[in-house]
Nanobody
Framework: VQLQASGGGLVQAGGSLRLSCAASGQSFRNGAMGWFRQAPGEERRFAAV???????YYSDSVKGRFLISRDNAKNTVTLQMNNLKPEDTAVYYC???????????????????WGQGTLVTVSS
């Protein structure tokens, strides 16, 4: 199983970026797919996840600015990030797992499959 993330880069505050993650080797149609992020010196934290039923969950820090979506036919998950802030600067990781339950959707340790990370830098 491989997850390939792309779309990171450098953007000014207030700008937008779109991250994409393509999974191969296993269909995650019946699983959760999401994005976590890790700023320098900090632990990896939940950003957004979409459940197998299509429900979307966001951290308070990104709610209203980020939008997660998935394409089950293509086995992909996308994160549209708008109104970016310098505090959004981090390495963003996509994650997927068919066995994640509702209570652990926001928990990094619940996911077995991870992408390689893509760096997002927001300048002020």
């Amino acid at each position: 199983v491989q997850l390939q993330a792309s779309g990171g880069g450098l953007v000014q505050a207030g700008g937008s970026l779109r991250l994409s993650c393509a999974a191969s080797g296993q269909s995650f149609r019946n699983g959760a797919m999401g994005w976590f992020r890790q700023a320098p010196g900090e632990e990896r934290r939940f950003a957004a996840v979409i459940s197998r039923s299509g429900h979307k969950y966001y951290s308070d820090s990104v709610k209203g600015r980020f939008l997660i979506s998935r394409d089950n036919a293509k086995n992909t998950v996308t994160l549209q990030m708008n109104n970016l802030k310098p505090e959004d600067t981090a390495v963003y990781y996509c994650a997927a797992d068919q066995s994640v339950i509702l209570s652990t959707l926001r928990t990094p340790a619940a996911y077995r499959y991870w992408g390689q990370g893509t760096l997002v830098t927001v300048s002020s």
